[in-house]
């Protein structure tokens, strides 16, 4: 670690912290943005990531100095003042504390099937804080992995990261691409996974009738986007339709909170 004191948003040593807010530049460069001192210490603490280098206030090296004593010793921590640091990320940082990470290459399809019991599958999922809240509900009852459709928003974009609590950084990620999408799922299927898909329409059968029955010994959860939800395509494709059963005053759960409610009520359930 080499702390490095930085007193103007125009330092040259900043240049690589300008632009935040595009996260195609960012994905361009292979990094990704970690945010918040939480996630960043779990960052640092997890030996998958390389760290670019560290961006913080004085309040948030105090906080994680201890921490940043394990990074190698050619990662800079720039350290500045608070208006220093918002100036150069273009918003208010949360907690003081931002760090360049070099981006690790996503789990291929096949890899992460063996080791999961439950998966979740998400299908164009694009709001970030959605797509962070899937993450920390997939940590939070033990989904061994999430695989993304091809148009579903970047897990390590740093707003997602941050709404997972860090999450997106521990449970596996796989992507299908244009060209196996939604092909994937056959392949889901021969690994041993019934297809459970999440839907309001009929015929889903009420989740809580489904969990009642014996269980699968492993599951794939099928959540599509808020108001569409799942494609015509994904749900036809699926072994089971299942739904929540909620007020009639409520016309559907926002998607993360109905796949936490679906992952716990599946989880209750293992034999």
């Not at 150069?88 to 996503?106: E, K, N, S």
């Not at 970047?154 to 092909?183: E, F, Q």
Request: proline share 7%; hydrophobic share 45%; net charge neutral.
């Amino acid at each position: 670690m080499a702390i490095e004191r930085i007193e103007s948003a125009s330092d040259p040593r900043l240049i690589a912290y300008h632009g935040l807010r595009d996260a195609e530049l960012l994905r361009a460069r292979h990094l990704f943005a970690a945010e918040g001192r939480l996630v960043v210490r779990r960052v640092i603490e997890d030996s998958r990531y390389r760290v670019e280098s560290i961006l913080v206030n004085q309040a948030a090296l105090n906080d994680l100095e201890r921490t940043f004593a394990s990074l190698a010793g050619d990662v800079p921590v720039l350290v500045c003042a608070a208006d220093v640091l918002t100036s150069v990320a273009g918003y208010d940082v949360h907690r003081g504390c931002l760090a360049l990470v070099h981006r690790p290459p996503l789990t291929p399809v096949d890899d992460l099937l063996p080791a999961a019991e439950m998966l979740v599958v998400l299908e164009g999922v694009t709001n970030a804080d959605n797509v962070g809240s899937v993450f920390r509900n997939a940590a939070a009852f033990g989904a061994g992995g999430v695989l993304l459709s091809p148009t579903c928003c970047d897990p390590l974009y740093r707003k997602a990261i941050r709404t997972s609590m860090g999450a997106a950084l521990r449970v596996p990620i796989a992507r299908a691409d244009g060209s196996d999408w939604p092909d994937v799922l056959m392949r889901v299927r021969a690994a041993g996974f019934t297809l459970v898909a999440l839907t309001p329409r009929e015929p889903a059968e009420p989740l809580d009738a489904f969990s009642a029955r014996p269980r699968p010994p492993k599951i794939a959860l099928l959540v599509g986007t808020e108001g569409t939800g799942l494609t015509p395509a994904i749900e036809s494709a699926a072994d089971y339709r299942v739904r929540i059963p909620i007020s009639g005053d409520v016309d559907s759960l926002n998607v993360a909170s109905a796949t936490a409610v679906a992952l716990y009520e599946l989880r209750i359930r293992r034999p």
